[in-house]
């Protein structure tokens, strides 16, 4: 039995299933299932327990039809247990690929996957970016994080391509002012733009305002999280580019992209299996519910069943421009409010975020935690603690802080015994009250024929 990824029926898939018919995924699917069940039953202590509590057999599982006999896995499971646990046996975590997720459940959690995983990922993201239509020598630009554990001494490839002038892309830090961004922008010309929407919606305002004309990409690609309405519209006029979204995680990776038709996603199912859940059922087109994904292709660390805390709303069995793929309508995805701050100054969240990531790696104490900006001048970090901390921790937190936020503005941090889901469902780790991005009323995802022709969107990337 191979404890690997089927790299040949990988490549068939990318490369045909555009143009294959709905069964042939659904065959795929069933393969792909079976073959990574065994595998995690065998080589992976955590799902060996979690099969032998519930009395299942890999033989037990021959489709997708049978998931429902695994329970569902969530984040809080996995960290429960060493990491060890997790692993397949004979691999080392050392020569893995870790990285770290947004944290937008509030905790931030350490994915793990080979070179060679990682980089079979690339290929359904391409396979999404090129259906939008960017091209392999296009000039890029992504506006988000830096992520140090992706862009490793192990991309060699990627800056091989690069090289070769295939697959540029120019990383820019989204913490930045975005006065500073959009002059970096004016000076690359980006022919396709990606990036955070609250973020390139900052940007629309900048550039509007200060007249650019520098900046014309050809397409801008949105994700990681809710694109609404109003963010499309102002980001396709400040740019004069049409824009596209997609959706996935880090846990699951590429789970769908924009149809430019119709609006929904295509669900990236050679790549991951969702399931919408209403209470414990599968959810019937229209209905909003949690999604629960199995990650076809992650062998070194699986996710079986996997609770990612989005919900979403199901969509058609088969898109109806033509595609072979299912289709999610609508995703209520994580929120990140950019911070208007007294003076016009911004503060992006992620700098408050990145610090408080580095703290909860030295301090233990950190669980769930929540930022909101209450008013122009008052930032509330809450907090819930895995365990009781002393006036010193939370002093130490509370001074690395300060200074992010500026001398003008009110900043005090909380403890509190939870912090609430939004009404979506969905947990914001950042909000701000004085600049919300995100109207409900004019949050996208609605059914096609009520949204007046405009693309249902929004991402989560775990």
Request: hydrophobic letters at 40%.
């Amino acid at each position: 039995m191979s404890t690997g990824p089927d790299l040949v029926g990988i490549l068939h898939s990318v490369l045909r299933f555009r143009r294959v018919g709905r069964e042939a995924i659904l065959e795929f699917q069933n393969r792909h299932l079976r073959r990574l069940v065994a595998h995690a039953y065998r080589n992976v202590p955590y799902y060996r327990r979690l099969f032998e509590r519930s009395g299942i057999a890999p033989e037990d599982i021959r489709s997708v039809a049978d998931l429902q006999a695994i329970p569902i896995t969530s984040r809080a499971d996995l960290r429960a247990v060493p990491v060890q646990d997790t692993l397949a046996r004979g691999v080392n975590p050392r020569r893995l690929i870790a990285l770290r997720t947004s944290g937008s459940s509030g905790e931030p959690f350490i994915v793990r996957r080979t070179w060679f995983e990682e980089r079979l990922q690339d290929l359904y993201w391409f396979r999404a970016s090129h259906y939008f239509g960017q091209q392999a020598r296009d000039r890029a630009a992504s506006v988000g994080r830096r992520h140090e554990g992706r862009f490793s001494k192990r991309a060699w490839d990627r800056r091989i391509l690069q090289a070769l002038g295939f697959y540029r892309r120019l990383h820019v830090d989204c913490c930045m002012p975005p006065e500073k961004i959009v002059q970096i922008l004016s000076r690359y010309r980006p022919e396709s733009l990606g990036g955070y929407p609250g973020t390139l919606s900052l940007l629309a305002e900048t550039v509007a305002a200060s007249g650019c004309r520098d900046i014309h990409p050809r397409l801008v690609i949105a994700g990681a999280q809710v694109l609404t309405r109003r963010m499309r519209e102002q980001i396709a006029q400040a740019f004069g580019a049409r824009v596209y979204n997609w959706y996935g995680s880090r846990e699951l990776n590429c789970i769908g992209w924009e149809c430019k038709e119709t609006g929904e996603f295509h669900t990236c199912d050679d790549n991951v299996i969702v399931e919408i859940l209403k209470d414990g059922r599968p959810a019937g087109p229209g209905e909003s519910r949690e999604l629960v994904g199995t990650a076809l292709h992650s062998f070194a660390v699986p996710f079986i069943r996997y609770r990612l805390a989005d919900v979403v709303t199901k969509g058609s069995e088969t898109c109806a421009c033509g595609e072979p793929f299912s289709t999610i309508r609508d995703v209520q995805g994580r929120v990140i409010d950019p911070f208007s701050l007294p003076a016009g100054r911004f503060l992006h969240p992620y700098e408050i975020i990145g610090v408080i990531e580095v703290m909860s790696d030295e301090h233990a104490w950190i669980g769930r935690y929540q930022i909101l900006q209450e008013r122009k001048d008052s930032i509330v970090l809450r907090v819930v603690p895995r365990v009781e901390p002393t006036h010193e921790e939370i002093l130490r937190v509370e001074t690395a802080l300060r200074p992010i936020v500026g001398a003008d503005v009110e900043f005090q941090m909380i403890l509190v015994p939870e912090i609430e889901l939004g009404a979506s469902g969905k947990f914001r780790i950042a909000h701000s009250l004085v600049s919300a991005c995100r109207d409900e009323s004019d949050r996208e995802g609605e059914p096609a024929d009520q949204a007046a022709g405009d693309a249902a969107t929004g991402q989560s990337t775990g």
